[in-house]
């Protein structure tokens, strides 16, 4: 989120979209899919609201506390305020991030998505960004599939430490495969899985603990 607060700021002098120039960012709204106790979202906002403050804006967060229909709620409710913001920040947890992109476009109002990009079937439908939807600026996400890869090989190599070249057995607990994200963890976590000596089977279990 840091980072894309700092690549909007720079956007917002040299930048133009298909429709006008950006204006200056000065409010921006974050919204979490979570809870902001979480401890992942609680350091990524803490992180965003000094980066924010750096920058000379203002950063308001509203959490959806993992509720879908809250979500959608939410942003609806930033996006036609009487003043909104100049920037929305959000992800595109559980896919819901088009809708929210639509109504970016309507009301003028320029956004990024971070952590989870689209799912490769909403990508073709919406086009790329600055594209069909200039208000959408683009995402910000990192190598969801190298991170499970990495994770799955450190987690074998502990192993060998621990125990040797003994067998052993590798289950990972992953969040909803409605996320790119996730799928593409699962994927990284496969891709290992694969390369690893034969003693290593593995197996995915599917939960909610998604990001």
Known sequence: ??????????????????????RPIKQ????????????FWAQAIIAASTTAESLGMHLEVFSARRNTDEFIRLGKQVLNRESPPDLLIT????????PLIEISHA???????????????????????????????????PDHQQG???????????????????????????GGLHDEATRLR???????????????PGSDISGQLEL
């Open 91 to 98: 992800t595109n947890n559980h896919g819901l991030a088009v």
């Open 1 to 22: 989120m840091c980072r894309a607060l700092a690549l909007l700021a720079l956007m917002s002098i040299s930048t133009m979209t298909q429709a006008e120039s950006l």
């Open 107 to 141: 009301v003028r109002v320029p956004m990024i998505i971070i952590v989870n990009s689209l799912t490769p079937r909403q990508a073709r439908a919406l086009g790329k960004p600055l594209g069909r939807y200039p208000y959408w600026l683009g995402s910000v996400s």
């Open 186 to 200: 699962v994927r990284g976590v496969q891709d290992a899985l694969l390369r690893a000596p034969p003693s290593v």
């Open 28 to 39: 921006v709204v974050f919204l979490n899919p979570g809870y902001s106790t979480e401890t």
């Open 148 to 174: 499970g890869h990495d994770s799955m090989v450190a987690l074998i190599n502990r192993h060998d430490v621990l125990h040797g070249k003994s067998d052993g057995r590798g289950i990972a607990l992953v």
